[in-house]
């Protein structure tokens, strides 16, 4: 068992840690294909939304809601958010307007934050709500309000003031990220500032950031490891962003030269290796890869060396603690193994342990969420009674420390480093005329890590594979499809009438 205790905790808030510093940086900070940001430019950009959101109602405490493309606007907009005493929801893009629905309904944000088309579409639907428009490009409602308020005689110049009297503090609410659950609907997992700094803290200094760093940030920031892990570790640095909307080999490769370290999914690995211009020569000035929010493969870790001399550093973390574990900067990068606990962070192996040594991770710290969004029986069942979070991923531990995830106590689908229920999928699935019943299972996948299969029980004449893709295409988002779709007489059941999930793995598996 590795047992490390917690770090002193700290009470400081993230922007007070970790963005405020940029009002002072007039060195490049973001860097995108058509704009370089100083750090000053983007604190002004902040200020200016905090003010605007504070002036829209926006207290403490208060929820906003974001489902919007990335861009240092969106950025801006979760450093506004917490400055003003917000809390910040982000939401995955490719979600639908039906997941949308859900989402507002359970956290009933004070403010939405949509793109212009999709704001127009839900605007008559949220008429009680307030609700503005950020694009792409940056542009939108929400940019040009925020503008015309500066015009305004007596607006409010700072969000310290309005916030005197009830300061935020490190035990107040950051962000609520939503992450599957047993149920199959999503839950909001709730991060407080000390949370995210202790996590930034502890990365920056593990990892060996320096304000000498330029990490190239091609991640979405809807998601733990693009919004807290790489923003905040290389704005805590000191260091700057290459800001890429999305991921893309090509681009990847021609901003590589200009970078010295990058966070990325096992799926961008994948990709870059069968790029053919990617070499050790265009990796050269890198100092540091790092792979997480899903396995990386043993086979791209030993590709990615023999191609580029470099070992990538493998992580483990969840949308409810950030980082967890990491192999070591200076040491043995193990294939397969996620490394070490992180200072500050307690990490075990569940009391039912089997002589094998596998047994379930268990996590105490800083770090560790404080619960589930209106949700107080999951959090209750999610922690020991000595404050350990229950993972759900199963684990063993070398001779030497080393630690190994081995498999998922649930049947949760992680590909291209997204969280997938299965159960969701069967749902909707189920409502199609003609399915009977559906088992949805992940199989391995070289580029995405897992993909999704769905095994059903239908009669192919009557139903077919497009006619299930187009009636999933308004339901879920893309990302949770089917990309196999198997038709079966039925499925297999052990003797309590469960499907056996892991039988359809064993015959479908390498399908």
């Excluded at 840690?17 to 370089?36: C, G, Q, R, S």
């Excluded at 997992?189 to 949370?195: D, S, V």
């Excluded at 199609?432 to 391995?444: F, L």
């Excluded at 879920?476 to 359809?504: T, W, Y």
Aim: include cysteine.
């Amino acid at each position: 068992m590795t047992n490390i205790e917690p770090h002193t905790k700290t009470s400081h808030t993230v922007n007070a840690v970790i963005f405020d510093k940029l009002a002072e940086h007039n060195d490049p900070y973001l860097i995108t294909p058509d704009h370089i940001w100083t750090g000053a430019a983007f604190h002004e950009l902040v200020m200016m939304l905090a003010e605007f959101l504070h002036q829209s109602g926006l207290n403490k405490g208060d929820r906003l809601l974001a489902q919007v493309e990335k861009s240092p606007a969106s950025l801006a907009l979760y450093v506004a958010t917490l400055k003003a005493g917000g809390i910040y929801i982000p939401l995955n893009t490719s979600y639908t307007m039906a997941e949308l629905d859900y989402f507002i309904g359970d956290a009933e944000p004070s403010i939405i934050i949509l793109s212009t088309d999709r704001a127009a579409s839900m605007a008559e639907h949220y008429s009680d709500k307030t609700l503005f428009a950020l694009d792409a490009d940056g542009t939108g409602q929400l940019m040009d309000s925020a503008r015309n308020m500066l015009k305004t005689p007596n607006t409010v110049k700072n969000t310290a003031p309005m916030l005197a009297d009830d300061p935020v503090t490190g035990d107040d609410l950051a962000a609520i990220l939503y992450t599957s659950g047993t149920t199959g609907r999503s839950k909001g997992a709730m991060l407080t500032h000390r949370n995210l700094v202790s996590n930034a803290i502890t990365l920056t200094d593990y990892w060996q950031f320096t304000d000498q760093d330029t990490l190239l940030h091609a991640l979405p920031i809807y998601h733990t490891h693009g919004l807290f892990v790489a923003s905040h570790v290389a704005t805590l640095s000191g260091g700057r962003m290459i800001f890429l909307a999305k991921f893309d080999p090509d681009t990847i490769c021609h901003w590589l030269p200009q970078a010295t370290t990058m966070m990325g999914v096992p799926t961008f690995y994948t990709r870059l290796l069968a790029t053919p211009e990617f070499d050790h020569a265009l990796t050269a000035h890198i100092r540091l890869f790092i792979s997480g929010s899903a396995p990386l493969l043993d086979e791209t870790h030993t590709a990615f060396h023999e191609r580029t001399g470099h070992a990538i550093l493998e992580r483990y973390g969840m949308t409810e603690t950030s980082m967890n574990t990491s192999n070591p900067y200076m040491g043995d990068r193990r294939p397969g193994s996620i490394g070490f606990a992180l200072p500050g962070v307690s990490v075990r192996l569940s009391d039912d342990a089997g002589e094998n040594g596998i047994g379930m991770i268990e996590v105490k710290g800083d770090n560790v969420f404080s619960g589930y969004w209106n949700k107080p029986d999951q959090t209750s069942e999610s922690f020991t009674d000595d404050g350990y979070f229950r993972t759900g991923d199963l684990a063993m531990i070398s001779d030497d420390g080393y630690i190994s995830i081995i498999g998922r106590q649930s049947d949760m689908i992680i590909s291209g480093g997204l969280n997938i229920y299965p159960k969701e999928i069967e749902d909707a699935l189920n409502d199609i005329d003609g399915i009977s019943e559906s088992a949805v299972i992940g199989i391995p996948d070289a580029d995405f890590g897992e993909q999704v299969m769905a095994v059903i029980v239908a009669d192919p004449e009557h139903v077919t594979a497009e006619q299930v893709t187009a009636r999933l295409a308004d339901r879920l988002a893309r990302f949770k499809h089917p990309k196999s779709l198997i038709f079966a007489d039925a499925l297999p059941r052990n003797a309590m009438g469960k499907v056996e999930k892991k039988r359809l793995r064993q015959i479908y598996g390498d399908a």
